[in-house]
């Protein structure tokens, strides 16, 4: 039986998340892609901000990207 190379990073969680460097995971809010002319300017500059992921789900995540700590 053959042994895995070792941990590798889980690319979708790659994209969609970036860890900074006081380690906190950061991510975008959803809801921006499309359907943007039914909601106001406010509300679309607010999305266009990243969010700092709550630390109930932090852990999963820097889990999943082992070389970004």
Not at 5 to 12: E, P, R, V
């Amino acid at each position: 039986m053959r042994r895995p190379k070792g941990i590798k990073t889980k690319k979708s969680v790659a994209k969609r998340f970036k860890i900074t460097a006081s380690g906190k995971a950061v991510r975008f809010p959803a809801g921006r892609r499309h359907l943007a002319h039914s909601k106001n300017a406010k509300r679309l500059r607010r999305l266009g901000k990243a969010a700092v992921v709550d630390p109930t789900d932090a852990y999963r995540i820097t889990q999943n990207l082992p070389f970004s700590r």
